[in-house]
């Protein structure tokens, strides 16, 4: 009777404790409008927006194909600049095609963002547009990935298996 009772009550707690895996899963509080691309030449604006703790952002641009002249965040390639309500708004000109990486960092100097903007057609160097029907643009990477879920949810059920099993090769002894 006793090791029903032991087995029923390890069924129940995985099966309590399962939703627990889903539910540990946080939230990245960092969020950052980048548009996919823009016109060369022509100021555009980086919203980033993080916790009210943070105290800064920081706002790198680079591209392997472009010399630093040719980006300007007010002047210069990088830049530091303070948050209100933890959000800060960086103006940006790039003036040659290119596809330029844009990395955003916390004020302890991490990464929290990072993203690609394309000036004009870099492939052809002409024009300032594409001819596919989405515009030249990617889908930017949404959600989060499910992996530590999907592991902690076999691992519990394991766990219930090994349980039950052991319940019953003791009842059978």
Do not use: C, H, W
């Not at 690609?116 to 870099?122: A, E, L, M």
């Not at 596919?132 to 949810?153: E, M, N, Q, R, Y």
């Not at 039950?164 to 059978?172: E, G, I, S, T």
């Amino acid at each position: 009777m006793l090791r029903r009772a032991l087995s029923t009550t390890a069924a129940t707690a995985a099966i309590i404790l399962a939703p627990t895996a889903a539910l540990a899963y946080e939230d990245d509080p960092y969020e950052a409008d980048v548009p996919a691309s823009v016109a060369q030449g022509v100021p555009f604006d980086i919203n980033l927006e993080g916790p009210n703790e943070n105290a800064l952002f920081g706002l790198t641009i680079a591209s392997a194909n472009v010399p630093n002249s040719a980006i300007e965040i007010a002047g210069s390639q990088t830049m530091e600049k303070a948050t209100v309500n933890g959000a800060a708004t960086f103006s940006v000109t790039l003036n040659e095609e290119a596809v330029y990486t844009i990395t955003a960092v916390d004020e302890n100097g991490e990464v929290v963002e990072e993203s690609t903007v394309t000036v004009g057609d870099p492939a052809t160097g002409a024009g300032t547009g594409s001819d596919d029907a989405a515009g030249g643009t990617t889908l930017p990477d949404t959600g989060a990935t499910s992996t530590p879920l999907v592991v902690g949810a076999a691992a519990l059920l394991a766990a219930g298996a090994g349980v039950l099993v052991f319940a019953r090769r003791q009842a059978q002894v």
